[in-house]
């Protein structure tokens, strides 16, 4: 794992989220963010993976719960995404 400063980071973002190793981010020498490369999520622990899952399912309802959209009508526009996509 490499350390970069918040500068480099942003100085430099777009070639550390495509590297292959993590990168620990860090302001006035500070951790501030871990990021992983994700190419393969299988090379996350489980943990993690529960963790993220978890985070990304509760905000994605609570978006979903403030504009008054059901989980079903979701669903379906998903749905309706895909079919329009593959050409149906």
Do not use: C, W
């Not at 996350?44 to 963790?51: A, D, G, S």
């Amino acid at each position: 794992m490499k350390t970069v400063t918040v500068r480099e980071f942003r100085s430099q973002m777009s070639e550390i989220l495509k590297g292959p190793e993590s990168s620990l981010v860090t302001s006035h020498s500070q951790p501030t963010a871990l990021i992983v490369p994700l190419k393969d999520p299988k090379n996350l622990p489980l943990e993690m993976r529960r963790q993220l899952y978890l985070m990304l399912s509760a905000q994605l309802a609570e978006q979903l719960q403030a504009r008054g959209i059901t989980e079903d009508e979701a669903q379906r526009g998903f749905e309706d995404f895909k079919k329009r996509r593959r050409g149906r």
